[in-house]
């Protein structure tokens, strides 16, 4: 599987006009060809791409329970965060492992990488696997809400059959990761 990297991310921001600047994210907006010649304009979130982890210690996996204001719940995830200006994905990793989980990583691997939502958004979403753990003390930002617990594969996937773990990048990388395990 070709994993995806920063040329593919900036490829629609060459002809776009940003309409929004947010904190996290920008929203832009083209004008693109249709098929009977008119102009359409088109608009899409600009974000800087994000990491996700797949924190394993022996047969379980370090999980949080985040809470999450845009869905009013609080949702079981893998840790994960936005890549600062210029930062290196696997870095991203690391600071976002320590942050939410309170686990320093011996090893971080890449797994893969994928689009997030690229009907409306230009996001890249890198997975890595993170080894070798160690606990080091949580260091959250002040308006993150999250607490850590370690979940074995097993209680995982009934977790996922009865729809307890629902976050995309969460089930996109524990079923990735178990299903590649199997071949």
Not at 38 to 59: R, T
Not at 134 to 162: A, Y
């Amino acid at each position: 599987m070709k994993n995806l990297n920063d040329a593919d991310y900036q490829q629609p921001l060459k002809n776009s006009k940003k309409v929004y600047k947010g904190t996290r994210f920008d929203v832009h907006a083209l004008e693109v060809q249709a098929k009977s010649g008119k102009s359409v304009k088109k608009e899409f979130i600009s974000h800087p791409g994000a990491v996700v982890i797949l924190p394993l210690l022996e047969d379980q996996v370090v999980m949080i329970k985040n809470e999450r204001f845009s869905v009013g719940k609080t949702l079981w995830e893998l840790p994960a965060g936005t890549i600062e200006l210029d930062e290196p994905h696997d870095k991203t990793a690391y600071r976002e492992l320590i942050e939410e989980t309170g686990y320093e990583a011996e090893k971080i691997s890449p797994l893969l990488s994928y689009y997030v939502g690229p009907g409306i958004c230009n996001e890249i979403m890198y997975v890595y696997v993170a080894e070798g753990l160690k606990e080091v003390g949580q260091s959250l930002d002040d308006s993150e809400k999250i607490t850590v617990e370690t979940v074995p594969w097993n209680k995982i996937l009934e977790m996922i059959q009865n729809g307890e773990i629902c976050d995309s990048k969460t089930l996109l990388t524990l079923l990735y990761y178990r299903n590649r395990l199997a071949l």
